[in-house]
């Protein structure tokens, strides 16, 4: 053989032994991810050949899947779309799956390797192939009562069982139809697609978990169980309270609520200051417990940057970085980059609720087998442990404070006691604040906790986002009394 035909033959070679490995190289080690691709198409049109599992609130179906004279067998149909949509997602043909369509879709397609057993019954018994069924945590008429107080505006809604960590309620707006999405008419689907790409904000973001934001005055009760847990404060300890505050080191000022004075005397009791949400105050405190004691105390409550599973999963809070003691005082009063989803917040109140104990939040219940066995049953975990009961009970002291006699009055419900925190947001410049409330009720024996949060709903946090907690509270406190 001469030199040429040897080189050709050699550059064959090469050739075929790296068309070898790319094909092994795709079809083991790439097999799963592209499995798992949403835009794999054939995998999803295989799975419309049987019937996948339903999404379960209160015992009723909100995913469902029903049989079809079409090309593809089952039509994937949601009985309360847009109530349920930031939850259940949705499952296309066209644009793949989102939300628990996504977290728990092995179960739903029958693949979960729990349910080998079934699917082999099944191909001895030649019953058709279906999927399991996942039970959330939700309460409906809490449910439907947070979508209810969003309405008309953009927001979320995230309400705990501060005992467990179970998610009561989930709601984000605006929301959108998944069935639109799920459809079979392709033209159809494409053309709301469009649509909701168009939108501004985008429908298909779940505000409660998937975005954070600057959560304004709700930052104070991490500050306020900092300051409690030293050792050095308690709810009657007197701490400065000046008009303005120039920052350490700049010639920056800081002021308070529409330039609101908090006391005559520049000074106040640390339950008054959060009573009335002092800003000036707070930032002098963050500035003197340090910014060790400020994060450490933020950390421990969750806002440590990762995000959960759960089984979505969600965007992380944190704190941010604190440079300076100006920067300390600006993210003492939760400004500057500090940044937590609705989820955390309500974490947050969910903590002090729980005697200082803070649960693993989850929104699945249960899974089940298509013949209704219980595959998997969660059971409450214990997230963290932010403050000592003592610590706790003086907290709730000061936010029933905040209900009784502040910014939260809004969030009173008749014969309960409330315990809560009201937040408002700067943003920048010509952009209307965001608006929060933070609370558990009733105050002595916590059922519930929640977090409300609005975007740009240029309010205060007491007079937009604290009504919609106390529709949300009261829906499951009523709810409970059945």
Same mark, same amino acid.
């Given at each position: 053989?001469?030199?040429? =035909?040897?080189?050709?033959?050699?550059?064959?070679?090469? =050739? $075929?032994?790296?068309?070898?490995? &790319?094909? &092994?190289?795709?079809?083991?080690?790439?097999?799963?991810?592209?499995?798992?691709?949403?835009? @794999?198409?054939?995998?999803?049109?295989?799975?419309?050949?049987?019937?996948?599992?339903?999404?379960?609130?209160?015992?009723?179906?909100?995913?469902?899947?029903? %049989?079809?004279?079409?090309?593809?067998?089952?039509?994937?149909?949601?009985?309360?779309?847009?109530?349920?949509?930031?939850?259940?997602?949705?499952?296309?043909?066209?644009?793949?799956?989102?939300?628990?369509?996504?977290?728990? &879709?092995?179960?739903?397609?029958?693949?979960?390797?729990?349910?080998?057993?079934?699917?082999?019954?099944?191909?001895?018994?030649?019953?058709?192939?279906?999927?399991?069924?996942?039970?959330?945590?939700?309460?409906?008429?809490?449910?439907?009562?947070?979508?209810?107080?969003?309405?008309?505006?953009?927001?979320?809604?995230?309400?705990?069982?501060?005992?467990?960590?179970? /998610?009561?309620?989930?709601?984000?707006?605006?929301?959108?139809?998944? &069935?639109?999405?799920?459809?079979?008419?392709?033209?159809?689907?494409?053309?709301?697609?469009?649509?909701?790409?168009?939108?501004?904000?985008? !429908?298909?973001? @779940?505000?409660?978990?998937?975005?954070?934001?600057?959560?304004?005055?709700?930052?104070?009760?991490?500050?306020?169980?900092?300051?409690?847990?030293?050792?050095?404060?308690? !709810?009657?300890?007197?701490?400065?309270?000046?008009?303005?505050?120039?920052?350490?080191?700049?010639?920056?000022?800081?002021?308070?609520?529409?330039?609101?004075?908090?006391?005559?005397?520049?000074?106040?009791?640390?339950?008054?200051?959060?009573? /009335?949400?002092? @800003?000036?105050?707070?930032?002098?405190?963050?500035?003197?417990?340090?910014?060790?004691?400020?994060?450490?105390?933020?950390?421990?409550?969750? #806002?440590?940057?990762?995000?959960?599973?759960?089984? #979505?999963?969600?965007?992380?809070?944190?704190?941010?970085?604190?440079?300076?003691?100006?920067?300390?005082?600006?993210?003492?009063?939760?400004?500057?980059?500090?940044?937590?989803?609705?989820?955390?917040?309500?974490?947050?109140?969910?903590?002090?609720?729980?005697?200082?104990?803070?649960?693993?939040?989850?929104?699945?219940?249960?899974?089940?087998?298509?013949?209704?066995?219980?595959?998997?049953?969660?059971?409450?975990?214990? $997230?963290?442990?932010?403050?000592?009961?003592?610590?706790?009970?003086? =907290?709730?002291?000061?936010?029933?404070?905040?209900?009784?006699?502040?910014?939260?009055?809004?969030?009173?419900?008749?014969?309960?006691?409330?315990?809560?925190?009201?937040?408002?947001?700067?943003?920048? %410049?010509?952009?209307?604040?965001? @608006?929060? $409330?933070?609370? $558990?009720?009733?105050?002595?024996?916590?059922?519930?906790?929640?977090?409300?949060?609005?975007?740009?709903?240029?309010?205060?946090?007491?007079?937009?986002?604290?009504?919609?907690?106390?529709?949300? #509270?009261?829906?499951?406190?009523?709810?409970?009394?059945?």
């Amino acid at each position: 053989m001469n030199a040429p =035909l040897r080189r050709v033959a050699i550059s064959v070679l090469v =050739l $075929f032994t790296l068309l070898i490995v &790319n094909v &092994n190289y795709i079809q083991v080690v790439r097999s799963e991810e592209l499995r798992a691709d949403p835009g @794999n198409r054939r995998v999803v049109y295989e799975e419309y050949d049987r019937q996948r599992g339903s999404i379960v609130v209160d015992g009723n179906e909100v995913a469902l899947s029903t %049989e079809t004279d079409d090309a593809l067998t089952y039509l994937r149909q949601y009985p309360q779309g847009p109530l349920y949509a930031a939850v259940t997602g949705y499952y296309s043909v066209r644009f793949g799956s989102r939300g628990i369509e996504r977290a728990e &879709n092995d179960v739903l397609t029958g693949d979960d390797a729990r349910l080998f057993t079934q699917r082999l019954s099944d191909l001895f018994t030649g019953r058709d192939p279906s999927g399991g069924d996942v039970v959330l945590t939700l309460d409906a008429p809490t449910q439907e009562a947070a979508m209810a107080g969003l309405d008309g505006v953009t927001g979320a809604v995230v309400a705990l069982d501060p005992s467990t960590g179970a /998610i009561l309620a989930m709601a984000s707006t605006p929301t959108y139809d998944p &069935n639109q999405l799920s459809s079979h008419d392709a033209a159809a689907v494409d053309a709301y697609a469009a649509g909701l790409e168009a939108a501004d904000p985008d !429908p298909r973001l @779940n505000r409660a978990i998937s975005d954070n934001y600057p959560p304004g005055s709700v930052f104070k009760v991490i500050v306020s169980a900092a300051a409690l847990s030293s050792g050095d404060y308690t !709810p009657d300890t007197v701490i400065p309270a000046p008009d303005v505050l120039t920052l350490p080191g700049t010639s920056t000022t800081l002021e308070n609520f529409n330039g609101s004075r908090c006391d005559a005397a520049q000074e106040q009791p640390l339950i008054r200051a959060l009573t /009335i949400s002092c @800003n000036t105050a707070f930032a002098l405190l963050g500035i003197e417990l340090g910014e060790d004691r400020v994060r450490d105390m933020a950390e421990a409550f969750g #806002m440590d940057g990762e995000g959960l599973s759960i089984p #979505m999963e969600t965007e992380g809070s944190s704190v941010g970085e604190i440079e300076s003691d100006a920067a300390l005082g600006q993210t003492s009063i939760g400004q500057r980059d500090v940044r937590v989803t609705p989820l955390q917040a309500a974490m947050i109140a969910a903590g002090v609720a729980n005697d200082g104990t803070l649960m693993t939040p989850y929104l699945v219940d249960q899974l089940r087998a298509p013949d209704l066995t219980v595959i998997e049953q969660t059971d409450p975990e214990e $997230f963290s442990q932010p403050v000592s009961p003592e610590v706790a009970d003086q =907290l709730t002291e000061m936010m029933v404070s905040v209900v009784e006699n502040g910014s939260g009055r809004a969030a009173r419900i008749p014969g309960v006691e409330v315990a809560g925190k009201t937040g408002t947001a700067q943003v920048r %410049e010509g952009v209307p604040d965001h @608006n929060w $409330f933070i609370g $558990f009720a009733p105050a002595d024996d916590p059922e519930i906790a929640v977090a409300v949060f609005v975007a740009n709903g240029g309010g205060t946090g007491g007079d937009v986002s604290a009504p919609i907690a106390r529709q949300v #509270m009261q829906a499951y406190l009523d709810g409970q009394g059945d």
